[in-house]
């Protein structure tokens, strides 16, 4: 558990029969930024997350006892890829996200890893990670790609 901005957090294991409601977060959470695009497509997106869904890489965000989103981490030889961090609409703005990444870098330097992310082009998420000492290190057509070194 972990308390940043008065906003107590935790995390719990996912399982394979846990993907429709993952599935449903990732939707709530991405609907406006893929929409802005125009690349908003519900079938699509589940087939993009189930086609790389790992439970044992998945936990749940708690806030309260309650699921508020998801997290999802890879380590690699050379870095931790955060693959995917959505927090439901209805708990945005609320400090979670900061939270979450205050874990998450704990759990990074802890194993003295830098952690990467991406983000969707004109997503608000971009400005988030970069608030919380992400790097710019490529770009893709449709992606941002950051760095956040170990600490």
Same mark, same amino acid.
């Given at each position: 558990?972990?308390?940043?901005?008065? #906003?107590?957090?935790?995390?719990? %294991? #996912?399982?394979?029969?846990?993907?429709?409601?993952?599935?449903?977060?990732?939707?709530?959470?991405?609907?406006?930024?893929?929409?802005? /695009?125009?690349?908003?497509?519900? !079938?699509?997106?589940?087939?993009? +997350? $189930?086609?790389? +869904?790992?439970?044992?890489? #998945?936990?749940? !965000?708690?806030?309260?006892?309650?699921? /508020? @989103?998801? /997290?999802?981490?890879?380590? &690699? *030889?050379?870095?931790?890829?955060?693959?995917?961090?959505?927090?439901?609409? &209805?708990?945005? @703005?609320?400090?979670?996200?900061?939270?979450?990444? #205050? $874990?998450? +870098?704990? *759990?990074?330097?802890? /194993?003295?890893? %830098?952690?990467?992310?991406?983000?969707?082009?004109?997503?608000?998420?971009?400005?988030?990670?970069?608030?919380? @000492?992400?790097?710019?290190?490529? *770009? @893709?057509?449709?992606?941002?790609?950051?760095?956040?070194?170990?600490?």
């Amino acid at each position: 558990m972990t308390q940043h901005d008065d #906003t107590i957090i935790s995390f719990a %294991p #996912t399982t394979s029969s846990d993907l429709d409601e993952l599935v449903g977060i990732r939707i709530a959470a991405m609907r406006e930024s893929l929409e802005r /695009v125009g690349r908003f497509d519900p !079938i699509r997106a589940r087939e993009r +997350f $189930q086609s790389g +869904f790992s439970p044992e890489h #998945t936990r749940y !965000i708690l806030s309260h006892a309650q699921r /508020v @989103g998801f /997290v999802v981490v890879k380590q &690699d *030889e050379n870095h931790l890829l955060l693959d995917h961090l959505y927090i439901h609409p &209805d708990h945005q @703005g609320q400090g979670i996200g900061s939270a979450v990444l #205050t $874990q998450l +870098f704990c *759990e990074a330097d802890a /194993v003295v890893l %830098p952690m990467r992310v991406g983000a969707l082009k004109q997503s608000e998420a971009n400005h988030f990670y970069q608030r919380h @000492g992400f790097m710019k290190i490529d *770009e @893709g057509e449709w992606d941002i790609y950051y760095e956040r070194q170990a600490q």
